[in-house]
Every structure is written in C-alpha cells, then in structure tokens.
C-alpha cells in the first residue's frame, strides 16, 4: 500500500505551492516509507510515499507511459488481484510492459478502456491518472471503499490525498469544523456519512466512485453497485459457489515480493482464511506467521456477556495446533492501550473507536516486526450476516441504524445552548437515504425485503467504520491489510442469496461454516460468534476515567464548548454498560471516545464557526 497526494489547478497556483508538497509527502511517509517520488506538469503536482509489495523495482510512482505524443502519470494505493488476466488482454491489444507490477496494468489499462477501466479491476484501490493532452485528472476508489480517498476543491483547484492530515498540510486548506462536523462526531461517530469528511470543505469519494477534474469543474459517477437478481441455485450450489469464491480470493491475496501473514482470532472468518492461506504455504514448503493479540489479565477479568461468550485465547490454541503454523501471540497492556488512544487519533485524524482502535494499533505495530502484508477477516459478518442485528427479530425490524440505538443517549451529552442539527432527523434523513435506493427484485417477502436493506446499511456504514480503522491502524506502521471477503464478487453473489440459506442451522453465517466444513476444526468451525478482542482489565476504565475527570476540570477544555460537563461527571459514575457504538462500544470505551474527542479539537485547535 501506498499514500497518495497532490493537486490539480488551473490558475498557475501548483508553481507556488512546493512548501505544501513537501509537508503533505512527509505526512505520508509512514503509509509509505519505502520509496517516493513527484511528478509536476503546470497545472498539476501527483506525489507518492510507497510501500513496496510487488516489483520492487519496476513499480516505482509517479509512474509515467506514453501514447503517441500523450503523456499519462498514475499515482495509486491499493493492490489489483486479477493483475494477470488484464495484462495478458493488454499484451493481445498490443500493449508491452516493463515489469510486472499492478501499477503498470491499472495505467496502461486506462490508455486502453479510459474511464471504463475501473470496470475490469478487482482489487483494492484508489488512485489519480493525470491525461497531459486533455489536461484533466481521472480518479476513481474501489467498489467496497476499502482504500481512502480524501479531497477539497473550490471549483478552480482540485487537492487530493489518502489522508485528511495531508490535506490539512496544504497551505490553502485550513482545518476547521462546523455544526455539522459536531452532528458527525456525537450523533453519527465514529461512523461517517458517506463521502464526509467532517472537517469543514474536505470530502471523501464515496466507494465505487469515479470522477474527472477538468476546466470547467468536477463530475462524478458510480460505477458499480449492488444489484438483486432471481438466485435458482440450490442450497449445496450456494455452498459451492461460496466454497469456490472465498478460496479464490483468498488465494489472490497470498501474492506478494514481501513476507505475509493473517490474523488468527479463533473465529470462524480469520480461521478460513488462516487455514487456506496455510495450505497454500505447505505447498510451497513455506511456513505461514499468524498473529492473535489479548490482554494483561483478561483472563482473569473476562466475563461472558450475550456478544462476548467466550474468550479468543483456547480458540487460537486449537487453531494453531490445527494449522502447524508459526503463532505469535501479542499481549497488551492497560499503559499501552491508553497511550495508543491519541496515537490512534493521529493515524485516523479523527476521534474513532476508542480502544478497539488503539488495541489494533498496538497490535499491527507488533506485526510489521515479522511482516509487510497480513490478511484479516473483516466484512464477512457484513456479507453474511453475522452481526446480532442480522438475528434479532425485533432489532433487525426498528428503523435506524441498528449498531447505533442510541441517538437520545448521545443528544443527551450536548449543551443546551449550542445549536446542532436536530439529532433524530440527522440520523433518520441518513437511515432512510439509504434504504430507499436498496435494490430488490419483486414478490420479496417481509424477511427477505429486510435482509437486502440490511445489507445496504452495513455494507455502506457501518463496514465503513471497520474499514476505516483498518487503514488508518495498520497504515500507521506500513503494514498492508488486505480483506479477502471484501471480495466484491462475494458481496453481488451473496446479496441474492436467500436469508435462509445464509442462516443454515439457524447459526450466524451457517452458509459459510459448511462451505469451510472441511477445512478447519469442529470446535472453531461451530464456534458461537465473538467479536473483535477488547480488554476488561479494571485499570483501563479506570485509567481513562481520570484522564477524562482531568480534561473536563479545566474550563476551558475543548470538548466543554459543546458538551455538557455535569452529563460527562454522569458517564463517569455510571456502572451500567449503555451502548454507543455496535458490540464493542459501551461505557469505558465512550469514556475514551470523549478523551479522543477533546484530543482531536486541540490537536488541530478546532472551535465551531
């Protein structure tokens, strides 16, 4: 992976602006240390800070090709895996290559099918091709939005980046925010309205996305989405078609010039890909490195709750035994999370999931020290349907986002003098934008109706979040993540498959446990779903309980311009575990999102305006 960044105007401006260049690039430097590189025509700068995967030599950015007397430049963050089949399409068109990185196929592929290019792609990716004859920069980002792709414009001028740090280091983009900003933190937070940015004038394109800068302005389009169709397969065709799906991507994934390894939680999903990566390894004699992480004391502290059964640990035992693998283990501590807290402010340049974003931090610092790419199960309770929401009767029917009942809750926090969005509406208008354009074919019943919106939703949001987290944590250290269920093959496929099927057994994800039915142990295969591992370590809630006492002693916090502090003293004497955000958000972790929160506002000495 990659970080990208630069501008595109028309005014004689990109001449002036080498001091915010520089900053931006260096902002970059840790998504890519490896090598960097600017390419400047008159009315355009593209810069890139790479890590390198593949061909390490050949796939050097800006990379530039020629047609004719034209001339195009590429910047790109992602990883193409159908890299093979396009190059050999490009090759009977006529097109030569000089290595055998994916840089070359997505650009060459853009001299060949122009915008429709991104049609053939299946990858993860957002990228910027700048045509010097027509003097207009093309850009597009994945269809599952797994890549970011931040940018500001005001109609004459078009700056770009993968990240909002380095947008904010361009001498004409200036950090502030907004009443709506503070509407995205407490009412939607730490989700984001697709395409926001929260800080004033940035935005991000949406996933599936493409656009073009020219004179003249900036246009959009979508280019993929999903679609319902009539699924006739039966039930043991569904199984095969996932089996074969799942495995391929997988597969895909494995490539790479640099070590790789997954992430094994015990779960179903990092279990799949673990145990198929590992065969793949066996069969190449290699050895595969997997990666847990857990907690000081949490052993001690766990207790089983209706999202948490059990703990990951005898989970992992059996899977590493299973695989024969090489394991490593990472314990973190109270300290560790609490300081990652801001760090994961930095990385993110947002408030986020508190610690489950800096435990992920922590942890992908741990695996760079053995590897450059790992694979991680996100987005198959997406897909699949896993999450509690997806199973609950009653839950799945409320309108509203279903990981974030708590709109009254988070109005709660929110000085009475301080004029917001009306929080119910704020969040309503988003929840019913989204399933008004869910795609359904007709005679649906009830349940299955259901089950396409809520797909759409988690897909669109709640995914996003995950997403997000996943970047911004590992990209922090340039360890590359790469999702294999975020397969958009997998998501068109597994939208017209029936909920019946997806809920074989009445089991979360029944239809992906009998497609992996062979391929891992019983124990882990039927394991009841448990989520992402957080700590319950006493300490930390205490911890961050009194570094958030200390923030809102002073008056003249931050966080207290629009926060009530007598609401916040509340949450601090609370016992009870009131949600805010999904599984993993309770009281200790809004705790830390309101430290996180206050961090944020003085780090970029925001104030509303």
């Not at 260049?21 to 840790?30: E, N, T, V």
């Not at 590189?37 to 800070?49: A, D, I, K, Q, R």
């Not at 495995?247 to 490539?255: A, G, N």
């Not at 017209?496 to 295969?525: F, H, N, Q």
Request: aromatic share 12%.
């Amino acid at each position: 992976m990659c970080g990208i960044a630069g501008e595109v105007s028309y005014s004689g401006a990109v001449a002036t602006h080498k001091d915010s260049f520089l900053r931006m690039q260096k902002l970059l430097h840790p998504r890519g240390p490896d090598q960097s590189g600017e390419y400047t025509e008159e009315n355009v700068t593209l810069l890139h800070s790479r890590l390198c995967v593949i061909d390490i030599e050949n796939g050097k950015q800006p990379m530039i090709t020629n047609k004719g007397q034209n001339k195009y430049a590429i910047v790109y963050n992602g990883e193409l895996y159908n890299t093979e089949e396009i190059r050999n399409e490009l090759k009977i068109k006529g097109f030569k290559f000089n290595g055998h990185s994916d840089t070359e196929v997505i650009l060459k592929s853009y001299v060949a099918w122009k915008e429709d290019c991104v049609k053939k792609f299946n990858g993860i990716f957002a990228f910027c091709i700048w045509d010097s004859e027509e003097q207009k920069l093309f850009f597009a980002r994945d269809r599952m939005g797994v890549k970011p792709l931040f940018y500001t414009t005001d109609g004459n001028s078009f700056i770009f980046a993968s990240e909002i740090k380095a947008l904010l280091a361009h001498e004409c983009v200036k950090a502030e925010i907004d009443e709506n900003s503070i509407a995205e933190i407490m009412f939607i937070g730490p989700g984001r309205t697709p395409g926001c940015g929260v800080f004033k004038n940035i935005n991000e394109v949406k996933p599936a996305t493409c656009g073009v800068f020219q004179r003249g302005g900036i246009k959009f389009w979508k280019y993929w989405t999903l679609k319902d169709k009539e699924n006739n397969d039966t039930f043991p065709e569904c199984v095969e078609k996932v089996r074969y799906l799942v495995t391929d991507s997988i597969k895909r994934q494995l490539i790479s010039d640099v070590p790789v390894g997954t992430f094994l939680s015990g779960g179903l999903d990092s279990s799949i890909i673990s145990s198929i990566a590992n065969s793949h390894f066996k069969a190449q004699n290699k050895t595969l490195k997997t990666f847990s992480v857990t907690y000081k004391d949490n052993s001690k502290y766990f207790t089983a709750s209706k999202f948490q059964p059990n703990s990951d640990e005898e989970y992992i035992k059996i899977m590493s035994n299973y695989l024969g693998c090489e394991h490593h283990l990472i314990t973190l501590d109270t300290d560790n999370l609490v300081e990652c807290l801001f760090c994961a402010v930095d990385a993110r340049d947002l408030p986020g999931m508190s610690d489950v974003d800096s435990s992920l931090l922590a942890f992908c610092k741990e695996i760079k020290k053995e590897c450059t790419v790992a694979l991680s199960g996100e987005c198959a309770d997406e897909i699949f349907g896993g999450y509690p929401w997806y199973r609950d009767k009653e839950i799945r029917m409320i309108n509203g986002f279903p990981w974030a009942q708590s709109t009254d809750y988070r109005k709660s926090f929110i000085r009475d003098d301080v004029k917001l969005p009306d929080a119910r509406e704020y969040v309503a208008e988003r929840y019913k934008n989204t399933i008004i354009n869910t795609s359904k074919i007709e005679g649906l019943n009830q349940t299955e109706s259901r089950m396409k919106e809520m797909m759409k939703l988690n897909l669109e949001w709640f995914m996003q979040t995950l997403l997000d987290r996943k970047d911004r944590m590992s990209m922090y250290s340039a360890l590359e993540v790469r999702v294999p269920f975020c397969d958009h093959r997998i998501a068109e496929y597994l939208y017209t498959v029936p909920w019946e099927y997806k809920d074989y057994k009445s089991y979360e994800k029944g239809l992906l446990r009998e497609a992996a039915r062979d391929i891992l142990p019983e124990d882990v295969l039927w394991r009841k779903k448990s989520p992402y591992p957080k700590t319950h370590n006493p300490n930390y809630t205490k911890a961050v309980s009194e570094i958030l006492s200390d923030i809102i002693s002073n008056p003249n916090a931050p966080i207290l311009s629009f926060i009530k502090k007598d609401a916040v003293e509340s949450l601090l004497k609370a016992q009870r575990a009131e949600p805010w955000y999904g599984q993993l958000m309770t009281t200790p972790q809004t705790i830390a999102y309101f430290i996180q929160i206050n961090y944020w506002l003085e780090k970029f000495n925001l104030s509303i305006k």
